[in-house]
């Protein structure tokens, strides 16, 4: 068993906005994902998906995605991204997952997964206070988000001592403060594309950049 992440799949099948208008590296990025998950992914693995998976505005319209992540391999473990407008309650998502048969997803929120011997949990995130578009509005989400994360990594420690937390956003110093202070083996994070992705230099031990166009729409193994 190992486990995998990719995150930002941006995925359009349940509506027409596909990602090819932003650069050559998006054409056929739907056709790329199945072919380099089915390379690698067994179907006793394990793939974090840290936000960002389906384009579509409500829950229904992304059903399209749901099934074509449903017949790539392994178990898929989905945390929210700034796009993942169809999200809903966990009591509602996980009765959409019942009622059209997807039986290989989970979602992280606010909770935590064993796998095999490592847990995984996950969080949004947000943008950080050092950000330039960081605005006063920011704070509230940007602390409730700092606190969802503890969370989620404080149940996933009472799992596994071998935890692996998901963030959409890239973390700053006070999200690696709770990385550190619970001792997290992995950091996986997202939301990066195309020249701000290429650039950005990893600042942290332990942290790894997973969007799909960086990683040129492969699973990244983590461990």
Not at 176 to 193: A, N, P, S, T, W
Request: charged share 30%; aromatic share 14%.
């Amino acid at each position: 068993m190992a486990i995998f992440a990719l995150s930002d799949l941006h995925l359009p099948l349940g509506i027409d906005k596909p990602m090819d208008v932003f650069g050559v590296r998006w054409d056929n990025y739907v056709e790329k994902i199945e072919y380099e998950w089915k390379a690698r992914v067994k179907e006793e693995d394990f793939v974090i998906i840290n936000g960002d998976f389906s384009w579509a505005t409500y829950l229904s319209e992304a059903l399209p995605d749901f099934r074509f992540i449903e017949k790539l391999p392994g178990k898929k473990l989905i945390s929210k991204g700034n796009h993942d407008y169809w999200w809903e309650t966990l009591k509602k998502m996980n009765e959409f997952l019942e009622e059209n048969d997807i039986k290989s997803v989970s979602f992280m929120q606010n909770n935590a997964y064993l796998c095999g011997d490592v847990a995984v949990c996950g969080a949004k995130g947000w943008l950080s206070p050092q950000d330039k578009a960081f605005k006063t509005e920011d704070e509230k989400i940007y602390r409730r988000e700092l606190i969802r994360f503890e969370s989620s990594v404080k149940e996933a420690k009472n799992l596994s001592d071998t935890v692996i937390a998901a963030l959409h956003y890239p973390p700053d110093d006070a999200f690696m403060e709770i990385v550190r202070k619970y001792d997290v083996y992995k950091c996986v994070f997202g939301h990066l594309h195309g020249k701000r992705a290429e650039d950005y230099k990893i600042l942290y031990k332990n942290t790894i950049l997973v969007s799909a166009d960086f990683r040129k729409f492969s699973p990244i193994f983590i461990i």
